[in-house]
């Protein structure tokens, strides 16, 4: 069977919506453009727009679930537009209107976390997981080994990766790792498995937790699902490209 592209998926605002791309342009060395442009600092966090941070520097899904349940979508002007199913839309610019996404998301923050105070914005750097410029990949045949193993149907969303394949057999990908791959036109090495939090036990649709993910997970022993990836070799990426080891 042939391994194909079928979701692309980046996060304009970390842990702050998602949104389906139909292809992308990757950089060698960068993360997935528009991908985690912008991370909401808490108000017990130093991160500021020098550089870096790690995830526990800011308002994420698996400290505040509510989080799960928004979706994305930039727009021509640059803006982004942020929907959830008990929020009105709201449309802001990350950089000049913070403080209207701080008060958007309030509703939806637990009381006993530490609260978010300010958005975040490295230049030329994405903030995601890794302290490294990453791209995550999926294999949708683990992503449908979870579901199987809990019974029920489960959305991709969860995993909040940004590039999925499928023809892979349940955790192939696995044997992936230190190796690269060409996806489309682009070539992305292998780093290292995601290891997943709390944040995927929550619902997309609603932002509520209703699945025990991790601990599915530790049926194969571990808690890991997906990959971190370099792009080593900028180029196109779409819906329905093959994907082959090299």
Known sequence: MTIRVTGLWRHPIKSHGREALEQVTL???????GDRVWAVAHEASKADDSAWSPCASFSIGAKAPGLMGIDARTNADGTVTLSHPGLADLTLNPDTEGDRLIDWTRAIMPPDRAASARIVRVPGRGMTDTDYPSVSL??????????DKLGTDLSEK?????LWIDGLDPWAEF?????????GTAVLTLREPVRRCMATTANPA???RDADTLGALNNWGHQNLGLYAVV??????????????L
């Open 27 to 33: 950089s060698a060395g960068q993360t997935m453009p």
């Open 138 to 147: 999926g294999n949708m045949a683990s992503h449908r080994a979870v579901a």
């Open 158 to 162: 969860r995993w909040r990766l940004n």
């Open 175 to 183: 044997d992936w790792i230190g190796r690269e791959v060409e996806i």
């Open 206 to 208: 609603t932002g509520q």
């Open 232 to 245: 080593t070799r900028g180029g196109s990426v779409a819906i329905g490209d093959p994907a082959r080891l």
